[in-house]
């Protein structure tokens, strides 16, 4: 089969020959339909440090997937050759004490397909059976490609409760401008988005944020008086990363506003702690989606109404997949979806 691997330690991305993977008894092959770009798939197409310490080579990268299933292990009850499906590309031991409880989204032994093991830029991924999400037939192929990073934005907007709040989110990236047409689909009043690109902003906008705001040319204190917000706001997603981003949410909260931290910030990120004790403030890590609650939550909001059309920018055949990580690369974009049907 063909695959997208990352065979040298260097810049880039190379289509190779390589086996079908074999599966195992309690595993299914899946034949790759759709796959979408994650930031984390840039981290190692750019060979950056992350990716110098982290990815094994060589790797088949990728974990945002959609296709049918091809084979399946003796074990595996309950699913049938054909049946449509994505899958978590979170893999979790089963055996410590969050995942007898039951609780797999915190087990401490997470592995992650395309990162430690291979991944779905293939013809084929082998995945066990317990990470396989049946898909609704009335959702189609390029939106479960990223439910993945939907699952990401559901995971951490439905933390808190939103009915009626005024919401924070910093980062337009694909993740919170999916997660600000979450907020607006449960009943947010305001949800204010911030970022330092515009093209992105633009799409915020498009994804349903009541204002976006640029901070290089706008504070967020002028955005609350002229919203008529009392203190500041009750919620804040925190989704682009940037430590400049995240002071300036922890300093634009009500008191006793909650917090939900699903970008990944540097080790000496500096925090106004006095705004977090005297302000009562709570912070929430995010990591990854609840298997399965916010599978099956995606599934029923798409369902009831909540639209990310919109997130999708690009959709390339797999034989242009350069042109793609170009496009991320290049901030311009939103979800970028690879066809590998044809
Ligand atoms: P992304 O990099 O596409 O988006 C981040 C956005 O933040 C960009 O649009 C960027 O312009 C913006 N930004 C940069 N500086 C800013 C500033 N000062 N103020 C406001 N915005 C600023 O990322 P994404 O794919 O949407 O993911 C969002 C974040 O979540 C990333 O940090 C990513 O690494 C992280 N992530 C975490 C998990 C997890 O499980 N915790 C999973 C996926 C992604
Ligand atoms: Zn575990």
């Given at each position: 089969m063909f695959a997208l691997v990352k065979?040298?330690?260097?810049?880039g991305l190379w289509m190779e020959k390589v086996p079908v993977p074999e599966i195992g008894h309690n595993d299914v092959l899946v034949k790759i339909n759709k796959t979408s770009i994650c930031g984390t798939d840039v981290h190692i197409y750019n060979w950056d440090t992350w990716s110098q310490k982290t990815?094994?080579?060589p790797l088949i990268i990728g974990h945002e997937f959609v296709g049918e299933i091809a084979e399946i292990g003796n074990?595996?009850?309950?699913l049938k050759i054909g049946e449509r499906v994505s899958g978590e590309g979170h893999l979790v031991c089963g055996v410590c004490r969050n995942c007898l409880a039951?609780?797999?989204?915190?087990?401490?032994?997470t592995k992650g397909v395309g990162v430690n093991r291979n991944g779905a830029f293939a013809e084929y991924l082998a995945i066990p059976a317990t990470n396989v999400w049946r898909c609704s037939p009335d959702i189609e192929d390029d939106i479960l490609s990223c439910f993945d990073p939907l699952g990401n934005a559901v995971h951490t907007a439905l933390s808190f409760d939103l009915i009626g709040e005024d919401v924070l989110i910093t980062g337009a990236g694909p993740i919170g401008i999916m997660a600000a047409a979450i907020c607006k689909h449960v009943g947010a009043r305001h949800v204010v988005v911030t970022d330092i690109n515009e093209f992105r902003l633009q799409l915020a906008k498009k994804m349903g944020a009541t204002m976006v705001v640029n901070t290089k040319e706008q504070k967020l204190s002028e955005v609350i008086q002229q919203l008529g917000?009392?203190?500041?706001?009750d919620v804040g997603f925190?989704?682009?990363?940037n430590p400049q981003a995240f002071s300036e949410m922890v300093n634009n909260m009500y008191h006793g506003g909650k917090i939900a931290m699903l970008g990944i910030q540097q080790p000496n990120t500096i925090i106004d702690w006095d705004k977090v004790v005297f302000g009562c403030l709570t912070i929430k890590g995010i990591y990854g989606r609840e298997m399965f609650e916010t599978w099956y939550k995606m599934t029923t909001m798409l369902q009831s109404g909540l639209d990310i059309?919109?997130?999708?920018?690009h959709r390339f055949d797999i034989r242009d997949y350069e042109k793609g990580f170009e496009a991320m690369n290049s901030g311009m974009s939103g979800k970028i979806v690879l066809d590998w049907s044809k």
């Amino acid at each position: 089969m063909f695959a997208l691997v990352k065979s040298k330690a260097e810049k880039g991305l190379w289509m190779e020959k390589v086996p079908v993977p074999e599966i195992g008894h309690n595993d299914v092959l899946v034949k790759i339909n759709k796959t979408s770009i994650c930031g984390t798939d840039v981290h190692i197409y750019n060979w950056d440090t992350w990716s110098q310490k982290t990815i094994p080579i060589p790797l088949i990268i990728g974990h945002e997937f959609v296709g049918e299933i091809a084979e399946i292990g003796n074990n595996v009850r309950g699913l049938k050759i054909g049946e449509r499906v994505s899958g978590e590309g979170h893999l979790v031991c089963g055996v410590c004490r969050n995942c007898l409880a039951g609780k797999r989204h915190l087990c401490k032994d997470t592995k992650g397909v395309g990162v430690n093991r291979n991944g779905a830029f293939a013809e084929y991924l082998a995945i066990p059976a317990t990470n396989v999400w049946r898909c609704s037939p009335d959702i189609e192929d390029d939106i479960l490609s990223c439910f993945d990073p939907l699952g990401n934005a559901v995971h951490t907007a439905l933390s808190f409760d939103l009915i009626g709040e005024d919401v924070l989110i910093t980062g337009a990236g694909p993740i919170g401008i999916m997660a600000a047409a979450i907020c607006k689909h449960v009943g947010a009043r305001h949800v204010v988005v911030t970022d330092i690109n515009e093209f992105r902003l633009q799409l915020a906008k498009k994804m349903g944020a009541t204002m976006v705001v640029n901070t290089k040319e706008q504070k967020l204190s002028e955005v609350i008086q002229q919203l008529g917000m009392k203190e500041g706001f009750d919620v804040g997603f925190e989704m682009s990363g940037n430590p400049q981003a995240f002071s300036e949410m922890v300093n634009n909260m009500y008191h006793g506003g909650k917090i939900a931290m699903l970008g990944i910030q540097q080790p000496n990120t500096i925090i106004d702690w006095d705004k977090v004790v005297f302000g009562c403030l709570t912070i929430k890590g995010i990591y990854g989606r609840e298997m399965f609650e916010t599978w099956y939550k995606m599934t029923t909001m798409l369902q009831s109404g909540l639209d990310i059309s919109s997130v999708i920018t690009h959709r390339f055949d797999i034989r242009d997949y350069e042109k793609g990580f170009e496009a991320m690369n290049s901030g311009m974009s939103g979800k970028i979806v690879l066809d590998w049907s044809k």
